[in-house]
Structure formats: structure tokens, C-alpha cells
């Protein structure tokens, strides 16, 4: 039975000096549409926020959208947000976190700024607590999140990662291969998937 009803999609504000960034959002917005998973994410229309968004919608997505107060003029116009066929307005960015983790049943990176690494780890360290086991995925588009990964390989071999079996993010290339990542994580399916690697694989 397939588990997965939703995934969390944390990505940048800002739509990076490559164009391969912004279609790799697309790409996944599509591709968790076409699973007829609903797409919870940060409700931002700028950037690769907005490629992911406007992606699983017009491919007929179910898309949530969780912004802070603050940041509605910012990040989303009221407009916009009216496209979303879910929109939640938090008041604060902690209520936003929350919201977004209970909504979601994995949770994907893909290349993004400062707000996008804060909530991927927190993520994680939620993970390592113990908290939960819901997939974590970090889309490698062009090799992005490489440093990060030599981080985690890093801080694991100097001893600092006390719990690496209850961390596992998954390591995907290619932005299309991701929801089928998640469906094996999640046991939902036995179909291997290609360009996928557990980080601790390689640690
Ligand atoms: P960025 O990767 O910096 O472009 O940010 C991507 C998203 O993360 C944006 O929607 C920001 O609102 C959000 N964000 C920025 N800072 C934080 C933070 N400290 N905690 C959680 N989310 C944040």
C-alpha cells in the first residue's frame, strides 16, 4: 500500500545562476503530481518555490502552501496564493516548521539558500531523536548538495553523528527519480530505483 500522501518540498527562494535549478523544480513538482501526491511547501512563488509549485499544478497537483504572516508580501502575493488550492497562514516561522512537518510524509531538499539548509537539518535532527522515519531526500541537482554530504561524512567520521542508523537521507540525481526513491523508502513499492544512494552507504 502506498504510504506516501503527501511530500515536503524545501527548496530556494531565489532561483540560483544556472537554469538547471529551476527546471529541476518543475521536474519535481510534475513528477509528485503525476504520483497524485500532494505537494506541501513553503507557499513562496518566487524562485525554485515557484517552479516546484507551478509545476505539480499544472500537471493537476494538489498543492499546500504554508507561509508565515510576514513573509506574505515577500515571498508570495495574496493573488498568487489563491492559485494553491491549500493555503495556511502560520504566525511564525516555528508554527510554519511544525505545520509543514506534520502535513508531510517525506521530505525532499532541493538546491536552495540558508532557509533551506535550517530546515532540512532540523529535519534530520528530528530523525536522529528518534522523533520520526519519514524519508528524507537530498535531489542532488549538479552535484549541489556535494559539500553537504562531505560534511555529513566528515562529522560522522570525527565521531560527532551518534546515531547514524536513524539519519539515512537518500542521495538522487535526477529530480524525476525522486518520488520512486521515496515510494522504496517508504516500502511502498519493490521497483529499484536508479541514481539512488543512501548517504550512509557511502559514509
Ligand atoms: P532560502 O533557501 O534562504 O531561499 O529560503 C527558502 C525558504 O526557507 C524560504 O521560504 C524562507 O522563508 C525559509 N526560511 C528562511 N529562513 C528560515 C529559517 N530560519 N527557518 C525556516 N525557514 C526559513
Known amino acids: 500500500m502506498n504510504k506516501i500522501r503527501s511530500i515536503c518540498v524545501y527548496c530556494g527562494s531565489s532561483p540560483g545562476r544556472d537554469e538547471v535549478y529551476i527546471k529541476a523544480g518543475h521536474l519535481l513538482g510534475h513528477s509528485i503530481a503525476k504520483a497524485g501526491v500532494r505537494l506541501v511547501y513553503g507557499g513562496g512563488t518566487k524562485g525554485i518555490m515557484g517552479a516546484v509549485a507551478d509545476g505539480a499544478r499544472r500537471a493537476g497537483g494538489k498543492v499546500t502552501g504554508i507561509i508565515p ?7 508570495a502575493t495574496e493573488s498568487a496564493l489563491t492559485k494553491l488550492d491549500e493555503v495556511i497562514v502560520t504566525d511564525n516561522m516555528h508554527e510554519r516548521k511544525h505545520l509543514m512537518f506534520e502535513k508531510s510524509d517525506a521530505f ?63 542521495v538522487v540525481d535526477q ?7 521515496i515510494m522504496v523508502a517508504a516500502g511502498a513499492d519493490s521497483t529499484p530505483t536508479e541514481g539512488v544512494q543512501s548517504v550512509i552507504d557511502k559514509m
Open 69 to 75: 504572516r510576514f513573509l506574505m508580501n515577500r515571498e
Open 108 to 170: 525532499v531538499a532541493l538546491p536552495g539558500g540558508i532557509g533551506t539548509v535550517e530546515e532540512i537539518v532540523e529535519i534530520m535532527t528530528w530523525a536522529q531523536l528518534g522523533h520520526h522515519r519519514k524519508p528524507i531526500v537530498f535531489a542532488n541537482v549538479k552535484g549541489f548538495w556535494d559539500p553537504m554530504l562531505t560534511l555529513l561524512d566528515h562529522m560522522k567520521t570525527e565521531g560527532f553523528v551518534h546515531t547514524s542508523h536513524l539519519v539515512q537521507p537518500l
Open 175 to 181: 529530480p524525476e527519480a525522486v518520488v520512486s526513491a
